[in-house]
């Protein structure tokens, strides 16, 4: 038996994530405890790196969804903002490519970002300048790989908006289509 979930939309739930009682009450609580506990560490791990990207290289907005989806199979007050955030993160994917400067601005700046992973991974030595030097800070492998997974992930983002959203047109496409 289902019943829907409080706010009226998303998914179904299984009745027995709603129930508390019954012979095997405990085994339940306990498999639907650690489920929401990973769900709750993954998703906010998720939302947090969001938050961080949207200033930061990387996937803000993308990220920020995927939180968010991950959080909504549990909480409500998740699947209720999980449209806004999916339309707003369409809306920006549109927007860049609207054009083909922004569209090669983009691209140029995904390639930058991989470049500067690239150089961050190889920890140079670089010239003292105030407090920075002769190490690059955070240097090394862990740092230049990440770096290159955002401009990798760009890239990849930028190809799916072009196949999404140009359709083979010069026009951008209407922003309440999503």
Known sequence: ???PPSGG?????PAERRETGGPDAPAKSERWSTRKLVVTV???VLLLAGVAALVLPGPGLLL??????ILATEFDWAAKRVDTVRD???D???AGVATWPRIVFSTLAACAL???GVFWWMDPRIAEIWILGPALPFGGWTTGSVIVLS???ALGLIVYSIQRFRRGGDDPPDSGSG
């Not at 939309?9 to 739930?13: F, K, N």
């Open 114 to 116: 991989v470049a500067v």
């Open 88 to 90: 707003r993160a369409f």
């Open 9 to 13: 939309h998303g998914a179904s739930v």
């Open 1 to 3: 038996m289902t019943v």
């Open 64 to 69: 920020l969804l995927a939180g968010l989806v």
């Open 92 to 94: 920006v994917s549109a």
């Open 42 to 44: 993954v998703g906010t």
């Open 151 to 153: 401009g990798l992930v």
